[in-house]
């Protein structure tokens, strides 16, 4: 990657009809009454407890909201994401907290804004450059795809390919003009986990092909039983360099702090430095109040061990109410269920007939994807968030399955 090129700007392609799934289903139930009590399981804001220290951090860093933030965080802030990236993933030494971390207004800001940076750093002497995009994806990925004017080149992520993209199956062709890839683990909505050697074969590549690796771990302390392995650990095993990667994750789900609007960027430093010039004039800052909370919070893992165990008491529930209808349902990360309801009519009319029998608000998986070659991946299926309590949950997917069996 080298100084910023001024390039033509291609029309985006493969996003055709790319608006919000949120927005899509409220236009299908719009007029629809609900056959019962409504219980919304469509959006993954985490209802657990905000962590109790939440309160008592603010309070005691008030004052730091009369100050402008710097772009580059606070040393605590960095340092106590250093820190809990060492201890998280094993990189003892290998985390460099002044060049090598960011703060973020949330994750989602981030990956908006590194599709820009990742465009107009390349290297490439290109006019028709492409960006990578999971298939079914977080519509950010999308919403920085278009901004950066690059070409989206969907990648199927269903069972065929264990619900995560196969990236080493695109032609050389497209993956030299690949400037970057989006690669979340886990996945949303699916909840599959990247191994440590998947990891290291999309790392691989973005050497090879010099594009950067955007890798959405937002959901790495949200799993069942096994931490996944992350994508700044396999990078360093494999040579000691972060080089041509970049982890975004965010206190949202695993602290239930989606209102906090904190997350981090973490990686390759030459980008990051690169990056901040850029940062510094568009991005929005995070207060420094919020930015102690951040690093009391990684520096605490009581409340997300409670968290994780409040999922997944949900996901239990999960097993035994839909495991007779759909086999085993519960992924090895995040807090979605990816249900294949192809053969009761597809994610659509499901969702439909759920609202309207039941009361019971869920997503078409369709929603969350794109038509590729013809095809929506996400058409079978449906995603519910299992984010209520535990008798909220069990009520909905009580519901489900009466409706299914």
């Not at 950010?140 to 080149?153: D, K, L, R, V």
């Not at 789900?253 to 990051?272: E, I, T, W, Y």
């Not at 070659?373 to 009580?398: C, H, K, M, W």
Request: glycine share 8%; net charge neutral.
């Amino acid at each position: 990657m080298s100084n910023h090129q001024t390039q033509s700007q291609p029309k985006p392609a493969g996003l055709q009809g790319f608006s919000s799934p949120f927005a899509r289903l409220n236009q299908m139930l719009e007029g629809l009454a609900p056959g019962n009590s409504p219980i919304n399981m469509t959006i993954g804001e985490p209802r657990h407890a905000v962590p109790s220290f939440v309160g008592d951090v603010i309070a005691r860093n008030l004052t730091d909201f009369g100050k402008y933030p710097p772009i580059k965080g606070s040393d605590d802030f960095r340092a106590s994401i250093a820190a809990w990236l060492e201890r998280r993933y094993g990189l003892t030494g290998g985390v460099d907290a002044s060049s090598m971390i960011l703060p973020l207004n949330g994750s989602r800001e981030g990956i908006f804004y590194a599709a820009i940076e990742a465009r107009m750093a390349t290297r490439k002497k290109i006019s028709n450059p492409v960006i990578l995009i999971p298939n079914p994806f977080y519509q950010a990925y999308a919403a920085g795809t278009i901004a950066s004017g690059c070409e989206a080149q969907m990648v199927r992520a269903d069972a065929s390919t264990g619900f995560l993209p196969d990236i080493a199956s695109l032609p050389a062709d497209v993956l030299d003009r690949t400037v970057a890839c989006f690669f979340a683990s886990p996945a949303n909505p699916q909840g599959a986990v990247a191994s440590l050697e998947g990891w290291q074969s999309v790392v691989r590549l973005a050497r090879q092909h010099d594009f950067v690796l955007l890798a959405d771990e937002c959901y790495s302390e949200i799993y069942r039983s096994t931490p996944p392995a992350g994508v700044l650990e396999a990078a360093y095993r494999l040579d000691g360099s972060f080089s041509h990667v970049l982890s975004f994750n965010s206190l949202s789900k695993r602290s239930n702090l989606p209102g906090m609007r904190v997350g981090f960027v973490a990686g390759d430093p030459a980008f990051l430095t690169r990056w901040t010039t850029f940062r510094n004039m568009a991005a929005p800052q995070v207060p420094l109040p919020l930015q102690a909370v951040a690093a009391e919070a990684y520096r605490d893992e009581v409340h997300v061990i409670e968290n994780r165990r409040l999922y997944n008491e949900k996901f239990a529930i999960a097993d035994e109410l839909l495991r007779p209808i759909f086999g085993a349902v519960v992924p090895e990360g995040g807090f979605f269920l990816w249900l294949d309801v192809g053969r009761f009519g597809g994610g659509e009319a499901v969702a439909l007939r759920l609202w309207r029998e039941t009361g019971l608000r869920v997503i078409p998986g369709g929603f969350l994807a794109t038509s590729d070659d013809g095809q929506n991946p996400g058409d079978p299926f449906i995603r519910i968030a299992l984010v209520e309590t535990a008798e909220t949950t069990r009520e909905g997917l009580s519901r489900l399955a009466n409706t299914l069996s």
